[in-house]
């Protein structure tokens, strides 16, 4: 029972009595505060939209009136403060929370909830000016200054004692406020700090990590190039160009900081907070500057930043980085900001077409999102950011953009209830590793060889056949998957390659495509030739890897295509072994080899892809895959450039259509279904180009 119940039956009690008691006259008064208090507390939708919202750059009296607008748009939430530090402790010590406090609560009286952003992205003056240490040292040794953000030292043990304070008196002030949803720590965490300290305890972390010298001299060779280390104060920071071990070790150093650093935050939020206020931080999509998945383990809640910047939405690439971000938690996340229209720091910062915002938005609730959020409502008068796109102007009036986020509000409020309790299910899986993608982008050994590139010439007709694909770390729990595609995972260790064999001894099917299982876990070579571990169950091997100036053509049973950037010479060195694909005339070398071979092994199949293959061969390989695997999309065919995007829940499915095509396209739905934006029943929907159709199994 809540405490409100509680207070209804025991005030009852002394009201049956026939008069109105002491008792019953407190009661009264209680009751009347916690219901006046469970009334404003905004009963928000499932799916929420929101803006990132900056109260302190405006004076108090403007608040209502933006507020106000937000509402009429069918905002639900803001986020705050993420940069607000010296409004918060303008001096050490002085906490000022109130001025934020008045700011949730103004939210609250117009329907919307509270993310509070920890501020420690922007640490003020005084701060960085008393305790120098806490700036960063950029590589080239120089430290940085106020007057931008991201100034700090992620690793300072000062900066990490001020900015877990500031953030305890946040959790003490906000932790148990209704209208408080949930915590953003920081803001998009990318800048390192190469000073002394920093460098001792990355040696620190080696030493943890090797235990001894001989063991990680050993596992680094570094007898190559006199690189021996005699003691551990010896071993440098290198950055892009170094050991592969070494560049490696420095990444998941990176990475573990960044956890600890969040971490010092969490605990504190943690511990004053109410468990149903989230805590989550923002992420950037495909950026690389530490470990995704060792980041979000401690968080409640993926989120990230998703910026087209130039050009237009591509739905491949950003659809990828939606499903990225859904594998860090492996549920729904939320889009923490997204442009309304234009950014300020593309080189050409273009604006989306007239209907593209409200296309991606719902783009990215198809994908998984359960929020999506405008950065930023109003662009402060002066600072950095004056030409980014916005929903109000400067005069505190709506852009054109407000009126497309006001229909996707609308939009929204019909939909919400049917997209409550959803969450996007897939037979196909794509696995990702940061250590592959590091180890790629140090030896590219093709300078057109990009790890993203790499995985998106898989994921986009595998996404277009299969209709739903997750993204998850070669570490995961594979058994759920009909089909396991891992582009480009050159960095597999022992207990990773044991997963991929599980899989297949037990009936899945593993595809691994170019440069795959080349590397152990400290970025070193396997002893065997690749797919190293898995070589034996493949029943063949790369002879050798050829980077290409020029396209070679490739021929089988999916067409005739070519293969650029990339051409593994591919062996069959089992009789049950069969050849897919073979390469045309090239350099003799690969003259007629095997470019493709897929293997029975135990319950499933393991098939290697050797070539980096063009996107209608592709094509043609995505659908020999999931037909082979027993995939079954939602859908049959949808026309291209129309994006199918199915979540389930326990009483039927919601799919989300969006059309990137130019043109109108029509979908025959493979059932009658209820089209939810404009309630009627259909058994097709017709999308003009970024149009979108809502449609539900559910009654
Ligand atoms: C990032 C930041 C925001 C803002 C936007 C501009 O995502 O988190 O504070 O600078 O970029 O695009």
Same mark, same amino acid.
């Given at each position: +029972?809540?405490?409100?119940?509680?207070?209804?039956?025991?005030?009852?009690?002394?009201?049956?009595?026939?008069?109105?008691?002491?008792?019953?006259?407190?009661?009264?008064?209680?009751?009347?505060?916690?219901?006046?208090?469970?009334?404003?507390?905004?009963?928000?939708?499932?799916?929420?939209?929101?803006?990132?919202?900056? #109260?302190?750059?405006?004076?108090? %009296?403007?608040?209502?009136?933006?507020?106000?607008?937000?509402?009429?748009?069918?905002?639900?939430?803001?986020?705050?403060?993420?940069?607000?530090? %010296?409004?918060?402790?303008?001096?050490? *010590?002085?906490?000022?929370?109130?001025?934020?406090?008045?700011?949730?609560?103004?939210?609250?009286?117009?329907?919307?909830?509270?993310?509070?952003?920890?501020?420690?992205?922007?640490?003020?003056?005084?701060?960085?000016?008393?305790?120098?240490?806490?700036?960063?040292?950029?590589?080239?040794?120089? /430290?940085?200054?106020?007057?931008?953000?991201?100034?700090?030292?992620?690793?300072? #043990?000062?900066?990490?004692?001020? !900015?877990?304070?500031?953030?305890?008196?946040?959790?003490?002030?906000?932790?148990?406020?209704?209208?408080?949803?949930?915590?953003?720590?920081?803001?998009?965490?990318?800048?390192? !700090?190469?000073?002394?300290?920093?460098?001792?305890?990355?040696? =620190?972390?080696? +030493?943890?990590?090797?235990?001894?010298?001989?063991?990680?001299?050993?596992?680094?060779?570094?007898?190559?190039?006199?690189?021996?280390?005699?003691?551990?104060?010896?071993?440098?920071?290198?950055?892009?160009?170094?050991?592969?071990?070494?560049?490696? %070790?420095?990444?998941?150093?990176? !990475?573990?900081?960044?956890? !600890?650093?969040?971490?010092?935050?969490?605990?504190?939020?943690?511990?004053?907070?109410?468990?149903?206020?989230?805590?989550?931080?923002?992420?950037?999509?495909?950026?690389?500057?530490?470990?995704?998945?060792?980041?979000?383990?401690?968080?409640?809640?993926?989120?990230?930043?998703?910026?087209?910047?130039?050009? $237009?939405?591509?739905?491949?690439?950003?659809?990828?980085? $939606?499903?990225?971000?859904?594998?860090? /938690?492996?549920?729904?996340?939320?889009?923490?900001?997204?442009?309304?229209?234009?950014?300020?720091?593309?080189?050409?910062?273009?604006?989306?077409? /007239?209907?593209?915002?409200?296309?991606?938005?719902?783009?990215?609730?198809?994908?998984?999102?359960?929020?999506?959020?405008?950065?930023?409502?109003?662009?402060?008068?002066? *600072?950095?950011?004056?030409?980014?796109?916005?929903?109000?102007?400067?005069?505190?009036?709506?852009?054109?953009?407000?009126?497309?986020?006001?229909?996707?509000?609308?939009?929204?409020?019909?939909?919400?209830?049917?997209?409550?309790?959803?969450?996007?299910?897939?037979?196909?899986?794509?696995?990702?590793?940061?250590?592959?993608?590091?180890?790629?982008?140090?030896?590219?050994?093709?300078?057109?060889?990009?790890?993203?590139?790499?995985?998106?010439?898989?994921?986009?007709?595998?996404?277009?056949?299969?209709?739903?694909?997750?993204?998850?770390?070669?570490?995961?729990?594979?058994?759920?998957?009909?089909?396991?595609?891992?582009?480009?995972?050159?960095?597999?260790?022992?207990?990773?390659?044991?997963?991929?064999?599980?899989?297949?001894?037990?009936?899945?099917?593993?595809?691994?495509?170019?440069?795959? @299982?080349?590397?152990?876990?400290?970025?070193?070579?396997?002893? =065997?030739?690749?797919?190293?571990?898995?070589?034996?169950?493949?029943?063949?091997?790369?002879?050798?890897?050829?980077?290409? @100036?020029? #396209?070679?053509?490739?021929?089988?049973?999916?067409?005739?295509?070519?293969?650029?950037?990339?051409?593994?010479?591919?062996?069959?060195?089992?009789?049950? @072994?069969?050849?897919?694909?073979?390469?045309?005339?090239?350099?003799?070398?690969?003259?007629?080899?095997?470019?493709?071979?897929?293997?029975?092994?135990?319950?499933?199949?393991? &098939?290697?892809?050797?070539?980096?293959?063009?996107?209608?061969?592709?094509?043609?390989?995505? &659908?020999?895959?999931?037909?082979?695997?027993?995939?079954?999309?939602?859908?049959?065919?949808?026309?291209?450039?129309?994006?199918?995007?199915?979540?389930?829940?326990?009483?039927?499915?919601?799919?989300?259509?969006?059309?990137?095509?130019?043109?109108?396209?029509?979908?025959?739905?493979?059932?009658?279904?209820?089209?939810?934006?404009?309630?009627?029943?259909?058994?097709?929907?017709?999308?003009?180009?970024?149009?979108?159709?809502?449609?539900?199994?559910?009654?």
């Amino acid at each position: +029972m809540t405490r409100i119940q509680n207070s209804v039956v025991s005030c009852r009690w002394s009201f049956v009595r026939g008069r109105v008691s002491r008792l019953a006259f407190l009661c009264m008064l209680a009751l009347g505060g916690w219901l006046t208090q469970a009334q404003t507390v905004p009963q928000v939708p499932a799916i929420l939209l929101g803006t990132a919202w900056y #109260p302190e750059q405006w004076p108090v %009296s403007r608040w209502d009136t933006d507020l106000t607008l937000m509402q009429q748009a069918g905002i639900h939430m803001v986020r705050v403060g993420e940069f607000a530090w %010296s409004r918060m402790e303008p001096s050490e *010590g002085q906490y000022d929370l109130d001025w934020l406090e008045r700011a949730v609560t103004a939210a609250a009286k117009h329907g919307i909830v509270t993310v509070i952003g920890t501020p420690s992205a922007a640490p003020p003056a005084w701060l960085t000016q008393k305790y120098p240490e806490t700036l960063r040292t950029k590589e080239d040794g120089r /430290k940085e200054q106020h007057g931008n953000r991201q100034q700090f030292n992620f690793a300072n #043990p000062k900066y990490r004692e001020l !900015s877990r304070a500031m953030a305890e008196q946040l959790a003490k002030r906000f932790g148990h406020n209704p209208n408080v949803v949930g915590w953003q720590i920081d803001n998009e965490y990318a800048e390192v !700090s190469f000073d002394p300290d920093t460098k001792a305890q990355f040696q =620190q972390w080696l +030493m943890n990590r090797y235990g001894t010298l001989d063991n990680l001299n050993t596992r680094w060779t570094t007898a190559y190039w006199s690189e021996t280390y005699f003691d551990w104060n010896q071993v440098p920071i290198q950055v892009g160009y170094g050991n592969p071990g070494l560049l490696l %070790s420095w990444m998941r150093f990176v !990475s573990d900081t960044w956890r !600890s650093y969040q971490k010092n935050q969490l605990e504190v939020i943690r511990a004053n907070a109410d468990p149903k206020q989230f805590i989550t931080t923002n992420m950037m999509g495909w950026f690389n500057g530490y470990d995704h998945y060792t980041v979000s383990q401690d968080l409640d809640l993926a989120s990230w930043d998703d910026y087209v910047g130039k050009g $237009h939405l591509d739905p491949v690439r950003n659809g990828a980085a $939606h499903d990225l971000t859904r594998g860090f /938690k492996g549920k729904n996340f939320w889009v923490m900001e997204t442009q309304p229209g234009g950014v300020n720091w593309a080189s050409i910062n273009n604006w989306l077409d /007239k209907g593209e915002v409200r296309a991606m938005a719902w783009h990215d609730i198809g994908h998984g999102a359960d929020m999506v959020s405008y950065w930023q409502w109003r662009s402060a008068l002066n *600072g950095q950011e004056q030409y980014h796109g916005t929903l109000i102007g400067p005069d505190g009036t709506p852009d054109p953009l407000y009126p497309e986020i006001v229909q996707i509000g609308q939009e929204l409020a019909k939909a919400s209830p049917v997209l409550a309790g959803t969450s996007v299910k897939s037979e196909v899986a794509i696995l990702h590793s940061y250590d592959s993608r590091w180890a790629i982008e140090w030896q590219k050994h093709n300078k057109n060889y990009d790890p993203v590139d790499e995985i998106l010439s898989y994921y986009g007709p595998l996404r277009k056949t299969a209709q739903s694909v997750d993204v998850v770390p070669p570490t995961a729990d594979l058994t759920k998957y009909k089909l396991v595609v891992a582009p480009g995972l050159n960095v597999a260790s022992e207990p990773i390659a044991q997963n991929l064999i599980r899989y297949v001894k037990n009936g899945g099917h593993l595809v691994l495509g170019q440069r795959s @299982v080349m590397k152990d876990d400290d970025n070193g070579l396997w002893p =065997q030739r690749q797919p190293g571990p898995l070589a034996d169950l493949l029943g063949g091997r790369v002879e050798q890897y050829y980077a290409l @100036v020029d #396209p070679v053509a490739v021929d089988g049973k999916w067409g005739a295509g070519e293969s650029s950037v990339w051409a593994e010479l591919l062996s069959a060195r089992k009789s049950d @072994v069969e050849v897919l694909m073979r390469y045309g005339k090239s350099n003799g070398w690969l003259d007629g080899q095997p470019a493709v071979i897929t293997r029975k092994a135990g319950k499933g199949r393991i &098939t290697y892809i050797g070539a980096w293959l063009d996107a209608k061969t592709m094509a043609n390989g995505a &659908t020999w895959m999931t037909e082979v695997s027993g995939v079954k999309p939602a859908f049959g065919p949808v026309p291209d450039g129309v994006e199918l995007n199915p979540r389930y829940g326990g009483d039927g499915a919601v799919y989300v259509l969006v059309n990137f095509a130019t043109t109108p396209q029509t979908v025959k739905l493979p059932a009658t279904m209820g089209d939810v934006l404009n309630g009627a029943a259909v058994q097709s929907v017709t999308l003009a180009h970024y149009g979108v159709a809502v449609v539900t199994t559910k009654k």
